[in-house]
């Protein structure tokens, strides 16, 4: 075996694409109770991972193991990012009622009174 042959083995295309679809994933994940950035980050995580699983096959390769479970972390931040936007919305709307306002309807109705009067005021 000569070792002063350069190994020529070709490259994945679509690794770099799995590998941040992968980060992004997790970082969904991690960020999943904060409102709306988990599910960004997990919608960003599955569009990569896609791309790059269409680049892998494009060229000849077997999707990555890293941009399937870049596809599933994506998924999973999508899902627990939503249930804690719900979650967070539903507090919201029986705190609202318990504040003597009729649901999210009240409570926005409030608010929007009170930007109206704000303005009336000034102008």
Same mark, same amino acid.
């Given at each position: 075996?000569?070792?002063?042959?350069?190994?020529?083995?070709?490259?994945?295309?679509?690794?770099?694409?799995?590998?941040v679809?992968?980060i992004? +994933?997790?970082?969904?994940?991690?960020t999943?109770?904060?409102l709306?950035l988990? $599910?960004?980050?997990?919608?960003?995580?599955?569009?990569?991972?896609?791309?790059?699983?269409?680049?892998?096959?494009?060229a000849?390769?077997?999707?990555?193991?890293?941009?399937?479970?870049?596809?599933?972390?994506?998924?999973i931040?999508?899902?627990?990012?939503?249930g804690?936007?719900? $979650?967070?919305?539903?507090? %919201?709307?029986?705190? +609202?009622?318990?504040?003597?306002?009729? +649901?999210? %309807?009240?409570?926005?109705?409030?608010? %929007?009174?009170?930007t109206?009067?704000?303005?009336?005021?000034?102008?």
């Amino acid at each position: 075996m000569d070792y002063n042959t350069v190994n020529n083995t070709a490259k994945d295309p679509g690794n770099v694409m799995a590998i941040v679809s992968l980060i992004l +994933g997790i970082l969904g994940l991690l960020t999943g109770w904060l409102l709306g950035l988990g $599910c960004i980050l997990g919608i960003v995580a599955i569009i990569l991972a896609i791309i790059s699983g269409n680049k892998s096959q494009a060229a000849g390769f077997s999707q990555s193991g890293l941009a399937i479970i870049g596809l599933v972390c994506g998924i999973i931040a999508i899902v627990a990012g939503a249930g804690c936007l719900a $979650c967070t919305v539903c507090y %919201a709307c029986t705190e +609202g009622a318990s504040l003597g306002i009729m +649901g999210c %309807a009240g409570l926005m109705n409030g608010i %929007a009174s009170d930007t109206a009067s704000s303005l009336s005021t000034y102008y």
